[in-house]
């Protein structure tokens, strides 16, 4: 959600195509994926639904930012994650900001994949799914929320809690053939949220209790800025992609094989 540094990303060979958890490369080496575009194929890659809903609006021909239908359609999936908040839906993240900017809100925001400090009402907070803990969803620190949804086209949100909305400017027109997919997504996500989706990984949870490099909340692990690129190349050689920048967490995927598993746990107590 950041506009952190990209750079490493240059490490890595051409990427061909994406699917569940996995990247695929020029050569035939696959990569587990741990940045998961920051959270936003926190999912998955390529999921069928989704697929689905792109192609169905694509063939529409709704490339347009006009009013349509699909606009309410995604706010009721929003409201499925923040019941009772308003929304803006902005076009992309440079939109967002600039909002929260003319609101009197600034950068840094807090991401709860990380240790928090205390947090007050002026704060404007990052939204991640799969935490863990028994807290709802709903029940959130403050009522300035970006969330990180798994759509990677669809718009930049900001989640307002009502007594606030006044202060920010309106939302902007979306093209249905973003909203579309993005909605679907929201759906499918939602409904994984109600029951664990990340089985227990008995060899990573050994190897995050014998270090203190890498901390873990829910479905995201997180570290400090020391050594990080070097790091970075380590988890690359070894098969797995971290995110390009410390400042975002890594994100276990829903599903690994017995084999990814031990070699996951092995870069982690190294």
């Excluded at 529409?60 to 009013?67: D, E, I, K, M, N």
């Excluded at 949100?157 to 006044?166: R, Y």
């Amino acid at each position: 959600m950041m506009y952190h540094d990209k750079k490493l990303l240059l490490q890595l060979p051409r990427v061909l195509r994406a699917r569940d958890f996995h990247l695929y490369l020029e050569g035939g080496k696959r990569l587990t994926d741990l940045w998961r575009e920051g959270g936003k194929a926190v999912c998955g890659h390529k999921t069928p639904h989704v697929l689905r809903e792109l192609k169905n609006a694509a063939e529409r021909g709704l490339f347009a930012s006009l009013p349509h239908p699909m606009e309410r359609r995604f706010i009721k999936a929003l409201e499925l994650l923040f019941p009772g908040s308003s929304f803006r839906l902005f076009a992309d993240e440079g939109s967002l900001y600039r909002a929260l900017a003319a609101a009197g809100f600034t950068a840094p925001f807090q991401d709860p994949a990380f240790p928090q400090e205390a947090q007050d009402e002026k704060n404007v907070s990052l939204w991640r799914p799969f935490l863990g803990g028994s807290t709802p969803h709903s029940l959130l620190p403050t009522p300035h929320l970006i969330p990180i949804l798994p759509c990677p086209l669809g718009p930049a949100v900001l989640v307002l809690d009502k007594s606030v909305e006044a202060s920010f400017p309106a939302s902007e027109l979306i093209p249905p053939v973003l909203l579309a997919p993005a909605a679907r997504a929201i759906h499918d996500m939602a409904a994984l949220m109600k029951a664990p989706v990340c089985q227990r990984y008995r060899k990573i949870e050994k190897a995050l209790a014998g270090q203190k490099l890498w901390r873990r909340r829910g479905i995201y692990l997180s570290t400090d800025g020391e050594g990080y690129a070097a790091l970075f190349m380590k988890f690359l050689e070894g098969g797995f992609l971290l995110p390009p920048s410390p400042e975002e967490p890594a994100i276990l995927p829903f599903t690994m094989s017995d084999g990814e598993e031990a070699k996951l746990a092995h870069l982690l107590c190294k």
